[in-house]
């Protein structure tokens, strides 16, 4: 079963979420989606790409499909999540990714979301960092994609109250480009398409590389490292970790006791 739509049209390609049973979960099946279509596109000379959910839909993402999570005793989130692959992908396409956001973004779509080199968000637009809900250790490059966004005690209080923001604020701190009408959304997010798409396209690749680079230029030390991904492990090895993820799936509120 396709749970995205694909096209491109005068250099514009489009990839739609399209699983609302899923309320367009980031599953494996849905991400090795994506990806492929992000290679087809770029093999057809797409110089834009617009990711968006169906139109009127409630939810953009999800996030992560937790009940592919293990539910302990294993990273959550490491090098080879699909989520990982996904970001890694979107930020090495070779033409800038406009994320066309309707509706909530949820969890680890926010990830992808502020991955995307330009966001443009409807008025009804919500961004909520929810891994604190489910008990699940953010791991250190997904981290810095939020960091790389917002200033840090933004990022602290996302991430710390799981509670969402609405578009008006996200623009105004800066973590989306533009805020528009929802009724003018498709059309706002193509015309920057264009606009896009009629610059030089080797130029702009170029540049989105070299600020890609550049944005992840943080140094940090193995002994810095190490510790991050000790502290993870504190977390994805616990009761909490457990007891959120069984909560989720059995659509019960979590119980948390901080061991």
């Excluded at 290679?39 to 499909?65: M, N, Q, T, Y």
């Excluded at 409807?122 to 981290?143: E, I, Q, R, W």
């Excluded at 970790?241 to 909560?247: D, H, L, S, V």
């Amino acid at each position: 079963m396709k749970r995205i739509q694909v096209r491109c049209d005068e250099h514009i390609g489009t990839i739609s979420l399209d699983h609302p049973e899923k309320r367009n979960a980031l599953s494996e099946d849905m991400v090795g989606e994506i990806i492929a279509a992000l290679r087809d596109l770029a093999a057809e000379g797409c110089r834009a790409v617009v990711l968006r959910a169906a139109p009127g839909a409630k939810v953009f993402s999800a996030g992560h499909d937790v009940a592919e999570l293990p539910e302990g005793r294993r990273d959550p989130l490491g090098w080879d999540d699909p989520l990982r692959h996904l970001v890694r992908a979107i930020e090495q396409h070779g033409a800038p990714v406009i994320a066309m956001v309707e509706g909530g973004v949820w969890g680890g779509a926010c990830e992808v979301v502020l991955a995307c080199d330009l966001i443009i968000a409807a008025d009804n637009a919500t961004f909520a960092l929810t891994p604190a809900k489910l008990g699940v250790p953010y791991n250190v490059s997904g981290m810095l994609t939020f960091l790389n966004t917002a200033p840090l005690h933004i990022v602290k209080e996302l991430t710390f109250t799981a509670q969402p923001i609405d578009a008006v604020r996200a623009e105004r701190i800066g973590i989306v480009n533009r805020v528009v009408p929802t009724a003018e959304l498709e059309a706002t997010t193509l015309a920057l398409a264009q606009t896009i798409a009629a610059n030089a396209p080797l130029a702009i690749s170029v540049m989105k590389e070299q600020l890609r680079i550049l944005a992840g230029a943080h140094p940090m030390s193995p002994q810095g490292f190490e510790r991050v991904q000790g502290l993870r492990r504190l977390v994805y090895d616990s009761a909490d970790y457990r007891e959120g993820i069984r909560a989720f799936k059995e659509k019960r509120r979590p119980m948390f006791e901080g061991r």
